[in-house]
């Protein structure tokens, strides 16, 4: 047992080899590595763009770019709309609590982010209590049809736990929502089984954190409509009436940051010029193959998810042997420039977790299989 145990300030004098150095160190699930290409364009735009009124035409074409970007990007029938506001998803939740749940929703919960919008529905006074259907993290239930759920939430890939699911319509007169925050853009998504699908741009998106995007039915849209135009009482600040009036007119119901929408354009439109999401999947799909391979094969590493096909593509949670202490791995990882390798804290298990978002080199992850192995094999007695 403790033999093993180096504390971490000792952990973070290892040195690991030029060669097993992934040449960015950014492997975290969110805020995740912004590719640099897309801040040097920022840069290079900002003395017209950073700094000028997002009610005129300079920022408005970008929220335009962006709407027609995602449109394409995400192959949406002409009949939906993408709609954006501030807040990121967190406030996506409230927004949807608000304005758009009639009056009783279902939620897979398995991990903590689908039990943040569980309990978001739970605290309103105007909802019934939301049904819950919970597993076990490191799974995943199944959505269940049921005469009186008007919305389904579920959640394409829960980050805490790095589990994936497929999105598919349970069934039923309810409207899908489905929070793929840190899979849009590097995941396959039908259009047709989801009626509202969001996530925010500092994930698979590559930008940095503060809006929210949803890509809207025209089912969503009507009950967007329908929740708007009643008389149930809505913050402005989260009512998605006036958010889908001010995207169709370009515009943000208050100021955006105008970095974050600039660096999500630029990714939109490099997946585009790559190939598309199905370039951006394989990207994706690469990185986890190479991972999950490694630790299969590793002695002291172990994918948590034990059903590979609820293994995440975007966020990878690999657990190790109780005798190489996850907390020494990342303090060493971290002290080499390689950083956000923690597992999500509320886990609590011996883990590591990486993200294999598009913008993440495929050569990079397996450059940083090499580097956990020197590590671990230098925190090892007598390494
Ligand atoms: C990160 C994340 C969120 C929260 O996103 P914010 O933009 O920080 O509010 C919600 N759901 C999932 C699945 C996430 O990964």
Redesign the pocket.
């Known amino acids: 047992m403790g033999e093993h145990r180096e504390d971490p300030a000792s952990a973070a004098r290892i040195v690991i080899p030029e060669g097993s150095r992934p040449a960015d160190g950014r492997f975290g699930?969110?805020p995740s590595k912004v590719r640099p290409e897309a801040v040097e364009a920022l840069a290079r735009a900002a003395s017209g763009y950073l700094g000028t009124s997002h009610r005129r035409a300079g920022v408005r074409a970008m929220v335009g770019r962006l709407r027609t970007g995602l449109r394409e990007l995400f192959a949406l029938p002409d009949d939906y709309e993408v709609v954006l506001g501030n807040?990121?998803?967190?406030?996506?939740w409230d927004a949807l609590v608000f304005s758009f749940i009639r009056r009783k929703s279902q939620h897979l919960v398995f991990g903590e982010?689908?039990a943040?919008?569980a309990a978001a529905a739970a605290l309103a006074t105007h909802l019934d209590p939301p049904e819950v259907i919970e597993s076990e993290p490191g799974t995943h239930p199944w959505a269940r049809a049921t005469p009186d759920i008007d919305v389904y939430a579920l959640?394409q890939?829960?980050?805490?736990t790095g589990v994936a699911m497929a999105v598919e319509r349970p069934g039923g007169d309810g409207l899908v929502v489905v929070?793929?925050?840190?899979?849009a853009g590097a995941a396959p998504i039908d259009p047709g089984e989801f009626d509202l699908y969001y996530f925010?741009p500092?994930?698979a998106f590559a930008a940095d954190?503060?809006l929210?995007l949803a890509l809207c039915s025209p089912r969503a849209l009507e009950r967007i409509e329908e929740i708007g135009d009643s008389t149930r009482y809505v913050p402005p600040s989260l009512d998605l009436l006036g958010a889908l009036e001010s995207s169709r007119d370009e515009q943000t119901y208050n100021t955006p940051a105008l970095a974050t929408l600039f660096l999500t354009v630029h990714t939109v439109e490099w997946i585009l010029a790559s190939g598309g999401l199905a370039w951006a999947v394989e990207r994706s799909a690469r990185s986890a193959h190479i991972l999950y391979t490694w630790a299969d094969k590793s002695e002291y590493a172990l994918p948590f998810v034990a059903d590979p096909a609820d293994r995440s593509p975007t966020v990878a949670t690999i657990d190790l042997d109780p005798a190489t202490p996850a907390d020494d791995v990342c303090a060493a990882l971290r002290a080499n420039g390689i950083v956000d390798t923690e597992s999500y804290r509320k886990l609590g298990r011996n883990q590591l977790r990486i993200a294999l978002y598009p913008a993440i080199d495929p050569a990079d992850v397996e450059r940083l299989t090499r580097a956990i192995d020197f590590v671990v094999d230098a925190l090892a007695p007598g390494g």
């Open positions: 699930s969110g807040g990121g998803s967190s406030m996506l982010f689908s943040k919008f959640t890939n829960e980050t805490s929070d793929a925050t840190s899979a925010a500092q994930k954190g503060g929210w």
